[in-house]
């Protein structure tokens, strides 16, 4: 039987020290990337509607969409799966819509893909985005002459047939691509390989799979992105940076992705997203804390094969995998996302964070309608869901300077877990001003916070909290403004920072001169 500790309501003192001074590692921003896969209502109905559509749209993408994703300033978006990824002939999605063939999309319920939503769509949506394409080339259905067609089709300046061709099709500048994914999770959907196997078709595709246009050249180059595991085991990637680290002029590759989800019942996913408690809560949030071991345990292996850190971590698929809302398509992956879910976001960036020199890069999954989305979409309605409001709050934290925060951030116990009550980060940005992200987890009582700061001057302090009635608190059509973000009082005096931050609660601060 579970023993429930009755929670008493008093405040606890977290006391946190910053010396301002002390800059660590950048926080890069892409690790503030999104993941948009073929997949359910992501691309279809959340950000492609077709030009036709009575929902407003712009060349076929969703306007309310784009405005909010404008103001998250997403630095890269990850296209076009995911498993999808390694079905995809990008022929099929090019030149006129009527033209274009109807396929399945059997990684995903088998559903018709009309590929009104190809390349030069994807191009266009970054564009109007303002960011930058991350694209996962098919290396379990496709050739590498097939993806290096690819590349040249989107990259090439010099008149080349293929390059005449995306000009035929409205696009005679060539496009930059800023990452590419060579395969995805390649020991399971994506051809179950062994790391052997995958090594060597690793080589191949980065030979000869080129990003061609001249601006990309030299320090501006796409970076290529190596299958990494998706288990905390080693033996993956091990064999991938054991081979990196022979690399001749030849291949190379920049960034070795890792996939780790939070399904703390293990498979299938079956967490509720909605109508839960705290004990549901607690355990979640202590399976997302493994997130910090799991980086440990690769950097171990990334750090003996690569001591200068040459080759980035990029976590390209994390967040919570729920079960799938009731009366939904199971294969569409849709859930809702609640507070809990925001906590969850606020803790993985933090750790991203502290690992900043060699987590350079993640992307959350993914960004509309599916999994531990973003945005949710239903024909012309959207609601922006509590993890939105903390990729809009760690805004400033997109390339600012780690500060290190030295904390007890003590320990609650609830169901027979336990986990720390609060968590916290710090970094400088460009202009010199220090930002504060507190979390604190603990669901029923507030936390203290007494801050002694040193090493900058500051007068006053200003930021947001988000929190909510419950920790199932949710955004919906019909009451979007649930879980949203609130001015948050702190004091200042001495170069101590005091406030007292709500349960359950993500806040973010900046120290003014
Ligand atoms: O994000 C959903 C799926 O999870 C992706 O397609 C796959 O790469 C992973 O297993």
């Known amino acids: 039987m579970m023993v429930s ?30 993941f948009a896969e073929n997949l359910g209502n992501g691309l279809y109905g959340g950000i492609w509607v077709g030009p036709d559509s009575t929902i407003p749209n712009t060349r076929g993408i969703r306007n309310d969409v784009v405005g909010a994703l404008k103001a998250l300033k997403v630095p890269n978006v990850r296209w076009p799966g995911g498993c999808f990824a390694d079905q995809y002939h990008w022929r099929k999605g090019i030149g006129p819509a009527a033209q274009r063939p109807a396929t399945l999309n059997s990684a995903w319920g088998g559903v018709v893909d009309t590929n009104g939503f190809g390349t ?29 067609e690819w590349l040249e089709y989107m990259t090439a300046a010099a008149p080349t047939a293929l390059a005449k061709e995306r000009a035929a099709n409205g696009h005679p500048d ?69 081979a990196w680290q022979h690399h001749n002029w030849a291949w190379d590759f920049n960034g070795l992705s890792v996939h780790w989800y939070t399904t703390p019942n293990g498979w299938p996913p079956s967490t509720p997203s909605t109508g839960f408690g705290i004990d549901e809560y607690t355990k979640i949030l202590k399976s997302t804390l493994f997130m910090d071991e799991f980086l440990r345990k690769q950097e171990v292996v990334m750090d003996r094969y690569d001591p200068q850190k040459k080759v980035a971590l990029v976590v390209d698929e994390w967040g919570a995998w729920h079960a799938p809302l009731p009366g939904t398509n199971k294969d569409f992956l849709f859930q809702q996302n609640s507070l809990r879910d925001a906590v969850l976001a606020a803790l993985n960036l933090n750790i991203f964070a502290r690992h900043a020199d060699r987590v350079r890069m993640a992307n959350i999954a993914q960004m509309v309608n599916v999994l531990q989305a973003m945005i949710l979409t239903e024909k012309e309605k959207m609601v ?20 290190p925060v030295d904390f007890d951030p003590g320990t609650i116990h609830r169901d027979g877990v336990t986990l720390p009550r609060v968590d916290a980060i710090a970094a400088k940005d460009a202009s010199g001003k220090l930002w504060i992200e507190i979390t604190n987890i603990d669901p029923d009582k507030p936390a203290e916070i007494e801050a002694a700061i040193s090493g900058i001057v500051f007068k006053s302090a200003k930021g947001e909290t988000l929190t909510a009635p419950a920790v199932d608190s949710i955004n919906t059509f019909a009451a979007p403004n649930t879980v949203v973000p ?19 609660s993500v806040t973010v601060l900046s120290l003014e001169p």
């Open 384 to 403: 922006l869901t509590p993890t939105y409001y903390v990729y809009k709050m760690y805004l400033p934290f997109q390339d600012a300077a780690l500060i």
């Open 120 to 148: 030069d769509e994807f191009m266009d949506f970054m564009q109007q985005i303002g960011s930058q394409p991350y694209v996962s080339v098919n290396i379990g259905s496709g050739t590498p002459q097939e993806a290096s």
């Open 5 to 34: 500790t009755v929670p008493t309501m008093a405040a606890e003192t977290a006391h946190l020290s910053i010396d301002a001074s002390k800059t660590g590692a950048k926080i890069d921003r892409n690790l503030f990337g999104q």
């Open 486 to 504: 609130k001015p948050i009082l702190a004091t200042v005096k001495d170069g101590r920072l005091t406030l007292s931050v709500e349960p359950k």
């Open 174 to 242: 060539a496009y930059q691509v800023g990452f590419m994914g060579i395969g995805n999770e390649s020991w399971d959907c994506g051809g179950e390989m062994t790391a052997d196997y995958y090594v060597s078709q690793l080589k191949i595709y980065s030979r000869f799979v080129n990003d061609v246009n001249p601006a990309q050249q030299g320090k501006n180059q796409m970076l290529k992105i190596a299958v990494g595991p998706g288990v905390p085991e080693t033996d993956w990637t091990e064999t991938v940076m054991k």
